[in-house]
């Protein structure tokens, strides 16, 4: 079963600090890997896009990195802002499913003053 | 203006009352989701449209129906709403690809009582 694990379940941090969220997953064969934001009372928005051969990819302070060999991502904020308060959501799509997206629980981010 | 948008974006019903929830998209795409949300299980696909001649069911489909009376439009029904279907849906559209970037509504949070 195609699963997608998501860690921490909630994190706090200090404004202007970083932090990892990480996801693990399950899915195969792997197409590609997203991680969405979703604000509080809003829909999700996605952040970045990874396929197979990436490894890396940046927008802006958002950074995620793609282990496709172990099955692991993990999504990578720089000098948090009050505004990166919200659920990080980690998608994962199979080559098998064009349309079936395997989403994790999410990660809730408080960044506080 | 939203590309997507859900109406109504809150709705307070009664057990047993027929709820209908309608999505409009301007991004052009074929395809259409609708997903609910709840704390600590993230999202889950209600029903799927590839195009107006083809609806299918997600993974909870049981208790609702879906109409895609355009390509533009999406309505979700819940036929008789019990208490266990108050949580946040969301509409979602995408273009023809794996594994595509879907693109979100703002919501709409639904309580039944």
């Known amino acids: 079963k195609n699963q997608v694990e998501q860690s921490p379940q909630s994190l706090i941090i200090l404004e202007g600090k970083n932090c990892t969220l990480q996801c693990n997953y399950t899915v195969s064969p792997f197409s590609n890997l997203r991680w969405y934001k979703q604000d509080t009372g809003r829909g999700p928005v996605s952040l970045t896009i990874m396929t197979f051969s990436e490894n890396t990819k940046s927008n802006g302070r958002y950074t995620a990195t793609l282990d496709a060999d172990t099955k692991q991502s993990s999504l990578h904020i720089t000098a948090s802002q009050l505004s990166d308060s919200a659920s990080y959501i980690c998608?994962?799509?199979?080559?098998?499913?064009?349309?079936?997206?395997?989403f994790g629980k999410g990660t809730s981010l408080l960044v506080t003053p | 203006d939203a590309d997507v948008t859900q109406t109504p974006r809150n709705r307070i019903t009664k057990t047993g009352k027929r709820i209908m929830l309608e999505c409009s998209q301007t991004?052009?795409?074929?395809?259409m989701y609708w997903y609910r949300q709840d704390p600590g299980l993230g999202l889950r696909l209600i029903y799927y449209?590839?195009?107006?001649?083809?609806?299918n069911k997600g993974e909870i489909s049981d208790g609702y129906s879906v109409s895609r009376q355009a390509q533009a439009k999406f309505s979700l029904s819940l036929e008789s709403a019990i208490p266990n279907q108050t949580a946040l849906y969301f509409c979602a559209t995408s273009e023809k690809a794996v594994g595509p970037e879907q693109f979100f509504g703002p919501g709409t949070r639904l309580t039944v009582l």
């Open positions: 991004k052009g795409h074929d395809r």
């Open positions: 449209s590839f195009d107006v001649k083809d609806i």
């Open positions: 998608v994962v799509s199979a080559f098998n499913s064009g349309y079936a997206l395997n």
